[in-house]
């Protein structure tokens, strides 16, 4: 793994950015502070893949920004083992995060390209996930129900899909709004019929792309 004191330095400052933006929980900030976002973001120089903004990756897709990632991470709340679902593997970021959060992860790119590279890097790095290559709106229903769902990519309704791929007392993070802006919500599945919805800050994500979104 490509490291040095440098790029260590960077991931405290960033940790201290995130705490200064409201970021409180401690193992996700832990977890910022381990994992070396250079090496997913390997067309910039480590001073600016460790500013707190995203960043172009391949295939006209985004590395978040690290507030977003910790923020949806923060939502999400992943103890170790939970079964965790990931919809948008991207430069494969904020799968690492997850992992190192202890999430026992199964992560769906719709993209190819990044499908590939994100699988290599991860694996490289020693994480161990399920990568799978597809329509992510539609989740994985072979392998559900999962504990969390975390999706990724901006969607303009929540897929019902995902809804009924989440268990019983499972929490779903997910970006909604139109193309411009949208609203991060959580929803916690009470039951098979009832769930609650709680809508949160204003974000911009590159759009969710299949058949249950645009």
């Keep these: 793994m490509s490291e040095t004191y440098k790029t260590i330095g960077l991931r405290k400052v960033l940790v201290k950015t995130l705490q200064d933006k409201g970021i409180k929980d401690e193992f996700v900030l832990k977890a910022i502070g381990k994992v070396p976002r250079h090496l997913f973001a390997s067309k910039y120089t480590p001073d600016v893949s460790y500013q707190d903004k995203a960043l172009k990756i391949d295939a006209g897709q985004t590395i978040s920004q690290p507030y977003t990632v910790a923020y949806q991470s923060e939502l999400l709340h992943v103890r170790t083992g939970d079964k965790v679902l990931e919809i948008g593997t991207g430069s494969g970021y904020q799968s690492a995060i997850l992992l190192e959060l202890g999430a026992n992860l199964f992560t769906i790119e719709r993209q190819e390209e990044l499908y590939k590279k994100a699988k290599t890097q991860l694996t490289d790095m020693g994480y161990k996930a399920k990568f799978f290559c597809g329509d992510g709106s539609k989740g994985l229903e072979k392998h559900a129900p999962f504990q969390k769902i975390i999706v990724t990519a901006g969607a303009p309704v929540v897929p019902d899909s995902l809804l009924k791929q989440l268990s019983i007392g499972g929490i779903l993070v997910i970006p909604v709004g ?34 249950k979104a645009w």
């Design 178 to 211: 139109d193309a411009t802006i949208q609203k991060m919500i959580t929803i916690l599945k009470v039951s098979e019929k009832e769930y609650e919805k709680v809508v949160f800050d204003s974000f911009k994500f590159v759009p969710l792309v299949g058949e």
